[in-house]
């Protein structure tokens, strides 16, 4: 039996998803993933709307509490999967993209998260949007940077969102009037 993560491609995660009874469907867990702090984002019920969740200390001597973390939340919350934020843009700092990929690669290896999907979804500027709104607000470096991390997974976890519902309600629209 497979004990690790798999890799789903992101509008294919959401499709199976929504191939199950609405009753047995689940939520994404949306995740900005830094150097010291794991942002983490969660969809509603019916996996329109992003809110902010939690950020979780990250050091490579705690990937096994962290895996029991996300344990907890895949019970709590009946995830589906994993929206990973990963940083497609070639201008932005490889060593970001290197850092997604060990995170993963070292959450997979626990085997405590066998089974469970992620997909990569483009993060593209989202912590720079959330710096522009927090600024102003002159807030301590420390709910500044718990704050930036939360949203950042928000705006991860709604760019998904909105895009594969906007894909799976145009794939429906067309299919439509051939039915009819």
């Given amino acids: 039996m497979e004990l ?54 990250r050091k490579k001597n705690t990937i096994d509490l962290m895996a029991e973390d996300f344990r907890s939340l895949i019970s709590e919350f009946n995830l589906e999967g994993f ?10 700092n490889a ?6 990929k060990l995170f993963i690669d070292d959450l997979s290896a626990t085997k405590k998260l066998e089974d469970m999907k992620y997909a990569y979804w ?17 807030l301590h470096p420390v709910e500044y940077k718990t704050i930036l991390d939360k949203f ?12 594969a519902n906007r894909k799976v309600n145009l794939k429906a629209n067309v299919l439509r009037p051939i039915i009819n």
């Fill in 122 to 138: 483009n993060e593209g500027f989202t912590s720079k949007g959330v710096e522009l709104l927090l600024n102003p607000l002159d």
């Fill in 83 to 92: 929206i990973v934020g990963y940083p497609f843009n070639r201008q932005q």
């Fill in 95 to 100: 060593a970001d993209a290197v850092q997604v």
């Fill in 4 to 57: 690790q993560m798999k890799y789903v491609k992101p509008l294919r995660l959401f499709e199976q998803m929504l191939k199950r009874k609405v009753s047995k469907r689940g939520r994404f867990l949306g995740l900005d993933v830094g150097d010291k702090y794991v942002g983490l984002s969660i969809s509603d019920p019916k996996n329109k709307i992003a809110s902010p969740l939690s950020v979780l200390l």
């Fill in 152 to 163: 950042a997974a928000v705006g991860i976890l709604q760019e998904y969102l909105d895009n």
